[in-house]
């Protein structure tokens, strides 16, 4: 991946932290770029314009601050749900990463 993706919003951080891959549960870090961001598009200002979801891109490192621990994520059944949307989502051609 060329970029390190992250948002200001907790609610955003806790579902990435959720739909996250690999072993064991997500985590959630407080970071700080230490270099220039800009606001993660990836489609959204297509149906929502500005950047709602503060979320954002660098190319540049990221410095960990700390983890947020103790979080509480959606429950297995919500997290599903979401999987399977974004499953069709990608099916439909939809999701792929704009650069």
Do not use: C, Y
Not at 29 to 58: C, I, Q, W, Y
Not at 89 to 96: C, D, E, R, S
Request: proline fraction near 6%; glycine fraction near 16%; aromatic fraction near 8%.
């Amino acid at each position: 991946m060329s970029r390190a993706f992250f948002t200001a919003t907790p609610d955003a951080a806790v579902w990435e932290a959720d739909l996250a891959r690999g072993a064991g549960p997500g985590r959630i870090h407080v970071v700080e770029p230490v270099g220039a961001f800009e606001d993660d598009r990836e489609g959204k200002e297509r149906r929502f314009p500005g950047n709602l979801t503060l979320s954002f891109r660098s190319r540049e490192p990221l410095q960990v601050l700390g983890e947020v621990t103790g979080w509480a994520g959606r429950g297995p059944e919500r997290v599903r749900a979401i999987e399977e949307g974004l499953a069709q989502i990608g099916a439909l051609g939809g999701g792929g990463i704009i650069d």
